[in-house]
């Protein structure tokens, strides 16, 4: 099957989320080649850009095509009505 990687970064940090195995930390100020997982030595900020990551991903709005609704200034209708996009 297939296996999803999502990454965040803050500051020197960056975590790899992985679906399939275990989340790698890095730091990227003093490792960016991204060799040396240090998720063990520091947990604690492995565990805050894990929550910083689902925060993002619960907050993630899923449309499907053509469903979204956004509401425009009648400016912009203006615009999109002079581009041929809306009547």
């Known amino acids: 099957g297939r296996t999803e990687t999502r990454a965040v970064i803050r500051g020197r940090f960056k975590l790899l989320d992985h679906d399939a195995a275990p989340d790698e ?7 960016a080649g991204e060799v040396r997982d240090v998720a063990p ?3 604690d900020v492995a565990a805050s850009l894990a929550a910083d990551l689902e925060r993002a991903l619960v907050g993630e709005a899923r449309f499907e095509p053509g469903t979204a609704r956004v509401p425009l200034s009648s400016k912009q209708i203006q615009k999109l009505q002079a581009l041929g996009y809306a009547k």
């Open 25 to 31: 930390l890095y730091d990227l100020k003093t490792d």
């Open 41 to 43: 030595l520091r947990p």
